[in-house]
């Protein structure tokens, strides 16, 4: 007869974050003890942290952080959309969104030497990763800095956390169009801020791509110059934020209702969950 019941499966679940079943052998591994349980889990758990190692982290969350004139955005990342929309790993984005913006770390190295908890980033996700049983990891730590910061979260699930994360740097203007810009950033995913941080580099691959196709298609010799131009604008506008037709208003682009606003945007960042 089971030394344990139902409720107590539940609040084991509800604790550790782990699985049905993985709780259910823990309970019945440690007669019932629920801290007993919990042990088990996070040892059971550590000891396959090595078996983890080559799994794929598909999942997880973004997470913001704005505090006056810096802005921080923080991936989270696990195996499944399970342990993502589960209370104990929100909490754990939360707590290390807040040790990396406490510390001032802003690259993935630095936050995990992070203070956490009387210990750091880096163990914490390690013990925590142990009780969900899933391999969990800190993929992107990326920071702004300006007079204001906008943060958006977009949930591509109504049942999931926030799985796009955009952070906006910006002075001057209107703050309203400076986060209608960073839902469109969201949306659109632009690569640049202007033409010019777009690399020689991938400028002049463009313009080749363009000139070839533009010859397989047996455009006329004289016409070449012309289409290529046109083609790598139209590169441009795709990839460059400024360049874009603007989302609410797409007979503008973004850098005509920024001028408008007053609002001048120095940077920004963009984190999808698994991109």
Excluded at 53 to 66: H, N, P
Excluded at 223 to 241: D, P
Excluded at 250 to 271: C, D, H, I, T, Y
């Amino acid at each position: 007869m089971a030394n344990y019941t139902a409720a107590d499966v539940k609040a084991l679940r509800e604790r550790s974050g782990a699985g049905m079943m993985d709780c259910k052998k823990a309970l019945e591994e440690t007669d019932g003890d629920l801290e007993k349980a919990m042990e088990a889990l996070r040892l059971k758990g550590l000891k396959g942290v090595t078996k983890r190692e080559g799994r794929a982290t598909s999942e997880g969350l973004v997470v913001s952080r704005v505090n006056g004139g810096k802005g921080l955005l923080i991936e989270l990342a696990c195996e499944t959309d399970f342990v993502a929309k589960g209370d104990k790993f929100i909490s754990l984005a939360e707590k290390v969104a807040d040790a990396i913006s406490d510390g001032g770390a802003t690259t993935v190295e630095d936050a995990m030497k992070a203070p956490m908890g009387g210990s750091t980033v880096e163990e914490e996700i390690t013990n925590e990763a142990a009780i969900l049983g899933e391999k969990v990891e800190l993929r992107k730590v990326a920071a702004v800095e300006d007079e204001q910061i906008d943060a958006y979260m977009h949930r591509t699930s109504k049942d999931l956390p926030p799985q796009v994360g955009v952070l906006l740097a910006f002075s001057g203007g209107d703050a309203s169009v400076a986060h209608d810009v960073a839902v469109h950033i969201a949306a659109f995913s632009p690569e640049y801020m202007s033409r010019e941080d777009v690399p020689q580099e991938i400028v002049e691959k463009e313009r080749s791509i363009a000139e070839e196709t533009a010859r397989n298609e047996g455009k006329p010799e004289q016409a070449l110059a012309k289409i290529v131009e046109g083609r790598v604008t139209g590169f441009f506008k795709e990839s460059v934020l400024l360049e874009q037709a603007f989302a609410k208003d797409p007979k503008q682009s973004v850098g005509q209702v920024l001028e408008n606003a007053g609002v001048k945007v120095s940077s920004f960042v963009r984190v999808r969950v698994g991109a």
